[in-house]
């Protein structure tokens, strides 16, 4: 098992992340490079897709923990493994 990042480490690419036209994914209004999804295969778009709404499904995520009373597990782990603690 890798360790937990440092909190220094866990910072991602500020949001919000766009698709490009050639599937790289990038923050704006900075243009940083987040990643390349290759658009080769047949899920290739759906993957970027996905991949640009990962800051706004985080927070919402943590925003639906905040407001409610049900303890949510799997948004517990999805939190803990996109900050890099699982």
């Given at each position: 098992?890798?360790?937990a990042?440092?909190?220094e480490q866990n910072k991602h690419t500020p949001a919000p992340w766009v698709?490009?036209?050639a599937g790289e994914v990038y923050s704006k209004p900075r243009y940083e490079s987040v990643c390349i999804v290759?658009?080769?295969?047949?899920?290739?778009?759906?993957?970027?897709a996905l991949i640009s709404a990962a800051p706004e499904l985080l927070e919402a995520l943590?925003?639906?923990?905040?407001?409610g009373d049900h303890e949510w597990p799997?948004?517990?782990?999805?939190?803990?493994k996109a900050e890099g603690r699982q």
């Open positions: 098992m890798t360790p990042p440092s909190p698709v490009g036209r290759l658009q080769t295969v047949p899920q290739g778009a759906a993957n970027a943590k925003l639906l923990l905040e407001a799997a948004a517990r782990a999805a939190i803990a």
